[in-house]
Structures are given as C-alpha cells and as structure tokens.
C-alpha cells in the first residue's frame, strides 16, 4: 500500500511523479486530490456530503493505469424528498468525447464547474487514451483493425486528457463512456451493433482507461485514481444510435443509465430494460416554431446547415440564440414540472467557439436559483433511487410546461 496525499499519488513504484502545481489540468499542471468546492445537496434540506479526507492508503488495479483511492469526494447525498416537497431542478451538463487537444476547453469548463459548485459528467471516448501508434489494438465491430471515424489524439494531447480526466474526478465528476471510434454512417454503424458487438466496444473502451500506461509506456504520470469497472454505470452512443441494441448489454454490465436515445422531452424520466433513459431534450429554439435537440452539435445543424465554420457575421447572432434556446428550456421545468434538463455538448471551437461561449453564459443563468442543482448523470440517478416510486409516478404524469395543479404541496396530497 502507497501513501496518498492532497497533492494527488505520488510514489507509485513505476517511477517517479513530477511535481505538482494546481495551475489547472493543461500540459504544466496536476490538480490536488481534495481541491474543489462542494457540489450542491439535492434539495433544501440535503446539503453536500463534505470534502473527503485525505486518505492515508490506495490500491493500485492492474498495471497502474488506475488506482482505487477509495469513494469520490464532493459527492451529494441523495435523499427521499419530504412529503409535499417542490423537487429541485436538476440540470446536467454533459460532454461527449471529453478530450483535451490544447484548445483549453477541457479545464476552462472546469473552472467553471468549480465558479458555480457544478457537477458535470464526461462521457469519455477511449481512444483518448490510445496513441496512434497503438493503434492496432483497436478492434472495431464491422470496420477495419485501428479505423476510426474520429482522429486519434497525438501524444502530448494523450497526456492533457489523462491529466483532466483524473482533475475532473478528483472534484466530483462523472466520468462515463462515449465508447470509441464514433461509427455514424454506412455498414460499420453502430446503429448496426449487435449486443455482442457493444459488449466488445465496452470492454475495449474501458481496456484503453484502464491500460494506458501499457499502451503508452509512460511512467511519469500518476494514475487515474478510480477504479474504472466499477465508475462506468452509463454512456452515451455516437449521433444518439444504436441504443436498442446497448440496452441488452449495457444492463448485463450492471449500468444504471444509458443517454443515448435519439431525442426526447422535457418530462421526468423512466426506465426502459430496467435503465434509466436519459434524453437529451426538444428545447424551444428562439425565432422558430419547432423546437431543437438541447445539443451545441444540433442548433449549429439548424444555423448553418451541418458547417462548422458558418457566416462570422453571424455569429454573434447565433450564439445569443443558442443561449436563449438553453436558458428556455431551463425556464420551462423551471417554473412548471421541474423536470430534469439534460445538455450535450463537444469540445470544440464550432462556428468561432459560439457554442462554448453559450453553454457558459447559460450555466451561469442557471447556478445560483432557488432549487437548482446543477449535478452528474450519476448523481442524478443516485436521487432518482432514493425516491419513493409512487412520488416518481406523480411527477412523470406531468407534461412538458405543465405546473403542478394547486402547487406541489396540493399536487402530491392529491395522488
């Protein structure tokens, strides 16, 4: 057993650790084990489990990718709500892919999440962690060994996602699974998978987190300080497909969640093969009649027709839509059933970086209110299980934009 301290796992016996800094989880820095504020508790009343001690001991898993350091910290605690008790509103924040190639987007949300006591999950793709020069070790179901329809990160871009990956745990972050080589098109979709397919995409995925010092060779970073097979209980698929064919799998593996249905409503949710299904969100989108996929990906899709790199003129135009298309979805639970807003967003710089910069503004027009809790999927769900189902029942009779009849209070007596 190894010695831990705030400063993160330091003699790890596969060479010794650089120093660290707490300048943030790009290429100069590590975070420390026990920074970071305190995510909100899930409702008045339910205040945020505290920091977690430093722990004296940890167990490193397999070759030293990763290292069980015992529960994470920041970590609310779920409870039943309180008869007649309005529900919070819960918001998360999620992102797929979750890597780091030296744009600063990764630790710039972050920061953010720290700004604002939020918790966010990171859907992480595998190959992140896989060098291209390893890229042999990928086999993907009805595609070529080492194909992917996403590039592979170079090396020093490897070692920013390691370093933010593992920041993002220690202050209470999700990390799930955007499994691997984003197949969305032709024979080799993964709308095509079989279960049996899944499981190996999976088990593929979680190898390259959990063996990315075997794959890399490298021995100056620390590890990953969770146990990665019992982290994952969720993720969610390439372009929203293929989910029929997960849930099968997903529910053998012991997942709790899967994100991946291709578009739902603002409602509370339900289960479908005994997990809970997760939608990203039809959102009102300001200036139209129809309504858009609560993703940074589906309104650009909307405002320049799938291009990355648009009209600059219009830029600042579209980045005040897609703001306000956040911030109305919000309101709507907000101030009628309250349920639960899911966001999807990417690492990129789309259209000048307008997704980015509104995703950010439309956080910090949420943080802060009465009730909200701006939470992980896996604290979500955590909640979700603490309720009593009949409680559940009643919220999920309520449609999109409809306010409980007579209040909560009425509303609940009345069931």
């Known amino acids: 057993m190894r010695e831990i301290t705030r400063r993160g796992l330091l003699e790890t016996g596969l060479g010794a650790v650089a120093a660290v800094s707490v300048a943030g989880c790009g290429a100069d820095g590590e975070r420390g084990a026990a920074g970071g504020p305190q995510p909100p508790g899930n409702g008045p009343g339910h205040p945020a489990a505290p920091n977690a001690p430093v722990r004296p001991h940890f167990k490193m898993v397999g070759d030293g990718s990763t290292a069980d350091t015992g529960p994470q910290p920041n970590q ?210 300001p200036g139209h009649s129809f309504e858009v996929l609560s993703m940074d990906y589906n309104i650009l899709a909307n405002q320049s027709a799938n291009t990355t790199r648009g009209t600059p003129s219009r830029y600042p135009a579209w980045r005040q839509q897609a703001t306000r298309a956040y911030l109305a979805g919000f309101q709507r639970a907000y101030e009628t059933n309250r349920a639960p807003f899911f966001i999807g967003n990417h690492f990129e710089e789309w259209n000048g970086g307008i997704y980015m910069d509104a995703v950010e503004e439309a956080l910090k027009g949420m943080a802060g209110k009465k009730d909200v809790r701006l939470v992980s999927f896996r604290q979500f769900v955590d909640w979700l299980d603490a309720q009593d189902p009949r409680v559940l029942e009643r919220l999920r009779a309520l449609d999109v934009g409809q306010a409980p009849a007579g209040g909560w209070n009425a509303y609940f007596k009345a069931a």
């Not at 992140?128 to 170079?154: M, V």
Request: proline share 10%; charged share 20%.
């Open 76 to 285: 609310p605690r779920p409870l039943p709500l309180e008869p007649g008790q309005t529900p919070p509103q819960f918001v998360v924040f999620s992102w797929d892919g979750a890597g780091e190639v030296g744009n600063g987007l990764f630790p710039r949300f972050l920061e953010l999440a720290r700004d604002h006591g939020a918790s966010m999950t990171f859907f992480l793709s595998g190959l992140y962690l896989l060098p291209e020069s390893g890229k042999s070790r990928y086999r993907p179901p009805n595609n070529p060994i080492g194909a992917s329809d996403i590039g592979y990160l170079n090396d020093a871009h490897v070692r920013e996602t390691l370093r933010c990956v593992r920041e993002a745990w220690w202050d209470g972050h999700e990390i799930g699974t955007h499994f691997n080589g984003h197949f969305c098109g032709g024979p080799g979709s993964v709308a095509n998978w079989s279960p049996d397919q899944w499981r190996s995409e999976i088990e593929q995925a979680v190898s390259f987190v959990t063996e990315w010092r075997t794959n890399t060779g490298w021995r100056d970073l620390e590890p990953l300080p969770f146990d990665y097979r019992k982290e994952l209980i969720g993720g969610r698929t390439p372009c929203l497909l293929g989910q029929d064919n997960l849930l099968p799998t997903a529910r053998q593996l012991g997942w709790r969640y899967d994100a991946s249905s291709p578009g739902g409503r603002q409602v509370w949710p339900g289960k479908r093969q005994g997990i809970w299904d997760l939608p990203l969100q039809g959102v009102p989108f």
